[in-house]
Every structure is written in structure tokens, then in C-alpha cells.
């Protein structure tokens, strides 16, 4: 009961048309595109260089061009409308985004010359603290809210500087290239400890919002992109065939007779 209660407080007056752009926008944006993994690299290449100069500017200019929080929301509806392909389909944009964000940040690292200092910017990229608990769990509902409530929609940028989802992978990367395993871990924990915390809060507002109303609205984005990306053919129309009209026996004898 109190579920419903909160849910129609916050959600009463969403509309299925409101909840079907919700899911549109949250599987348009997690898309696999070349314009996706070009940000990817582009966010992972500023935020290791960000860490190696012990620049927040720089860092802070990485997390707001990063994409990753999309795919991350997009498992978040996956799991809250309880379709097994978008989870699938999830899972393997993060995995592969991550294995690019890591490996973009070696190739910096490794390119980088300067001395392999340990500074402030890198301490904060390691370990788990209850803060950053926290801070996954209100930026996981900040960017569920801004996803569905359309009037919140120029908020879903400050949830990407809050939470911190390139910068752990950028110090894992400058880990490896500094041989400290033991920063390693602690750098993928605190991403690990993250994208838990987006998943559980995102899956939380998507429930409470009832986007599983509108699930349907998930098979067909999900189809147009199968389309988009040829990994299916767009369904031709069969052009019916031509009837010959036929020609009756009673009109033949009447052509006859004239």
C-alpha cells in the first residue's frame, strides 16, 4: 500500500504516452552507435588525463560527456518491466563499454610521460565509503526521475557529475600502467559499488512510474534498432496478387446473342 501511495503521489498524472517516450528516450540513447563509443573515448581520454594531472576540471568535463549512464538506466528498465532481451542487450553495451573505457585510459597512460605520482584526484577514485553509497543511490533516482518526468529532463545531466562512473575505470587503467594491483581493485570496486547503486534506485522509480504499462513499447524500439543496425531485414509489404476478373457464362452468351 504505501508502494502505490508514493507512486501516485510522484506519478499519478503520468500517461502512457509519457511512459512510452520514457522507454524510447531511455533505449534511443543507450544505443551501441559510432556517436556512443566516440564519446566513450573521448570521456575515458579526459578523465586519465584529468587523473594524471590532477585537474577536477578536466575530470568533471569527462563524466558530463561520458554515455555510460544510459545503457546502465537502460538494464534499469530492463529489469523493472522485466524484459530479458534489454537486459541482455544491456549487459553487453556495459561490458563492452567498459573494456573500451579501460583500454582507452591505457593508451594514455602508457603515452603519458610524466612521473607516476600518486595525487588527490586518484586517492578519491579508490575504495568504498558510505558516502559514495549514497551518492549512487540518489543519482540512480535523480536520473530515473528526470528520465520519466518530462519537466526534469535538463536535470539528467547533473545525476552523470554526481555519480562517478569513468573516472574508476580512467584509475584502473592508470593502475595497471603503475603495476599497483592493489589500486586496481579498489578503483573497480568503487565503479562496481556505483553502477549497483544506479541500478537499484533507476529500477525503483521505473516501478513506482509503471512503465511496465507501456512494455510493449520495448519489443518495438528494440525491433527498429535490430532494423537500424541490419542485424534483422526490414519486413517488406507482399504485393497482393492481381484477381483477373472473370467472366461469367451468362455474360459470354450475351455477348453471343448481340
Known amino acids: ?43 575515458s581520454i579526459l578523465c586519465t588525463l584529468g587523473l594524471l594531472g590532477n585537474n577536477s576540471a578536466v575530470i568533471i568535463g569527462g563524466m558530463l560527456v561520458a554515455p555510460l549512464l544510459a545503457p546502465i538506466l537502460a538494464l534499469a528498465l530492463g529489469i523493472g518491466v522485466s524484459d530479458n532481451r534489454l537486459m541482455f542487450r544491456s549487459v553487453k553495451i556495459i561490458l563492452i563499454s567498459i573494456v573500451v573505457a579501460i583500454t582507452s ?31 549512487a543511490l540518489v543519482a540512480g533516482l535523480a536520473a530515473g526521475l528526470a528520465l520519466v518526468r518530462e519537466e526534469l529532463q535538463e536535470h539528467l545531466t547533473g545525476t552523470a557529475i554526481a555519480v562517478a562512473l569513468i573516472p574508476p575505470l580512467s584509475m584502473t587503467a592508470i593502475s595497471l600502467k603503475m603495476g599497483k594491483l592493489d589500486y586496481f581493485v579498489q578503483s573497480l570496486a568503487q565503479f562496481g559499488i556505483n553502477l549497483v547503486g544506479i541500478i537499484l534506485a533507476a529500477v525503483l522509480i521505473f ?51 448481340k
Open 105 to 135: 585510459s591505457f593508451v594514455i597512460a602508457v603515452i603519458d610521460h610524466t612521473p607516476n605520482n600518486f595525487n588527490y584526484q586518484m586517492q578519491l577514485r579508490l575504495g568504498v565509503s558510505w558516502q559514495a553509497i549514497v551518492v
Open 207 to 257: 516501478s513506482l512510474s509503471g512503465l511496465y504499462l507501456a512494455r510493449r513499447r520495448v519489443g518495438q524500439e528494440l525491433r527498429e534498432e535490430n532494423v537500424q543496425f541490419g542485424r534483422v531485414k526490414k519486413p517488406t509489404k507482399r504485393k497482393r496478387p492481381t484477381k483477373k476478373r472473370k467472366i461469367t457464362q451468362r455474360s459470354t452468351t450475351s455477348k453471343k446473342k
Open 1 to 43: 500500500m504505501k508502494k502505490e501511495a508514493i507512486g501516485n503521489t510522484l506519478f499519478g498524472d503520468l500517461t502512457n504516452r509519457r511512459r512510452g517516450e520514457a522507454i524510447e528516450q531511455i533505449i534511443d540513447q543507450s544505443a551501441p552507435t559510432k556517436s556512443y563509443y566516440f564519446m566513450l573515448v573521448a570521456a
